[in-house]
C-alpha cells in the first residue's frame, strides 16, 4: 500500500486548503483512514478518522472546522479545512490500517487511534498558516 499526500501550502488565517491522500494498491473502504499532524519535537497527533462504514471522529481542536471524507472512485481521502488557525500548522499525514476489518481503534481520551497503530503511512505535506 502506497499513500501519497497532495494539497500543502501556506495559508492566511481564516482561511480554506483541501489535502488530499491517494492510495495505490488499496481498496480505502476496507481501512481505517485518519489524518495526523506533528510539529518538531512533538508527537504526532490525530486529527481526523473515517472509518469503512463512513463514520468520521475528529479531534476537538477541529471539530466543525475539519471534514474527513473519501472518494472509494478514485481511492482518495480528503481533509477539508476551513477557517484555519495558525496553530494549525504542521506536517499532515495520512495513515491506513487494515488490521481491524475497516474499524478505527479508539485509544486517546478524545477516542481517536494512536499513530502506533497504523502501518500505512505517506510522506507528509506541510500546512502553514499566518496570522
Known amino acids: 500500500v502506497q499513500l501519497m499526500e497532495s494539497g500543502g501550502g501556506s495559508v492566511q488565517a481564516g482561511g480554506s486548503r483541501r489535502l488530499a491522500c491517494s492510495a495505490s494498491g488499496a481498496t480505502l473502504r476496507h481501512y481505517c483512514l485518519a489524518w495526523f499532524r506533528q510539529n518538531p519535537g512533538t508527537e504526532r497527533e490525530a486529527v481526523a478518522t473515517i472509518e469503512s462504514g463512513g463514520t468520521a471522529n475528529y479531534a476537538d481542536s477541529v471539530k466543525g472546522r475539519f471534514t474527513i471524507y473519501q472518494d472509494d472512485a478514485v481511492e482518495t481521502l480528503y481533509l477539508q479545512m476551513n477557517s484555519l488557525k495558525p496553530e494549525d500548522t504542521a506536517m499532515y499525514y495520512c495513515?491506513?490500517?487494515?488490521?481491524?476489518?475497516?474499524?478505527?481503534?479508539?485509544?486517546?481520551?478524545?477516542?481517536?487511534?494512536?499513530?502506533?497503530?497504523?502501518?500505512?503511512w505517506g510522506q507528509g505535506t506541510q500546512v502553514t498558516v499566518s496570522s
Open positions: 495513515a491506513g490500517n487494515d488490521l481491524h476489518s475497516g474499524y478505527c481503534v479508539a485509544a486517546t481520551s478524545e477516542g481517536l487511534p494512536t499513530s502506533a497503530g497504523f502501518p500505512f
